[in-house]
C-alpha cells in the first residue's frame, strides 16, 4: 500500500509560478513510477507529466511542455512539478500518482493517488 500527498497548491496570477510536492509513503525496494494529473470541475481527469523511479526519463502532456517540470529527488519519496507561465486554463485539482508499470500517461495504469491539491490562475 502506498500513501501520497500534494502540498503547494494555491492562487497566483497568470504568467506566475507554482511548485507542487508530494510525499510518497512506500518500500522503496519497488520501483514506482510518479505521475501528476489535473482535473479541472466538470472535467475528466487529464495526465500532466510522469517520471520513472530513476528520475531519468519524463513525459509531458503536450499543453505543459516547455512550461512545467516534473523531478523527483534521490530518496525516491518526493516528486516536484515545478509550474511556469501558468495560465487561467491550468486551473485545476492537481493530483498525484504511482504506479509499478512504468511512465504511463492513462489514468486506468496508475494505482495509487494522493487526495490533490487546488491550483488557481487568475487572469
Known amino acids: 500500500q502506498i500513501h501520497l500527498e500534494e502540498s503547494g497548491g494555491g492562487l497566483v496570477q497568470a504568467g506566475g509560478s507554482l511548485r507542487l510536492s508530494c510525499v510518497a509513503f512506500?518500500?522503496?525496494?519497488?520501483?514506482?513510477?510518479m505521475a501528476w494529473f489535473r482535473q479541472a470541475p466538470g472535467k475528466e481527469r487529464k495526465f500532466v507529466a510522469a517520471v520513472d523511479w530513476s528520475g531519468d526519463i519524463a513525459d509531458y502532456a503536450d499543453s505543459v511542455k516547455g512550461r512545467f517540470t516534473i523531478s523527483r529527488d534521490i530518496s525516491k519519496t518526493m516528486v516536484y512539478l515545478q509550474m511556469n507561465s501558468l495560465e487561467p486554463q491550468d486551473t485545476a485539482l492537481y493530483y498525484c500518482?504511482?504506479?509499478?508499470?512504468?511512465?504511463?500517461?492513462?489514468?486506468?495504469?496508475?494505482?495509487?493517488w494522493g487526495q490533490g491539491t487546488q491550483v488557481t490562475v487568475s487572469s
Open positions: 500518482a504511482a504506479t509499478p508499470h512504468g511512465v504511463r500517461s492513462s489514468v486506468n495504469d496508475y494505482y495509487y
Open positions: 512506500l518500500d522503496t525496494s519497488d520501483a514506482y513510477a
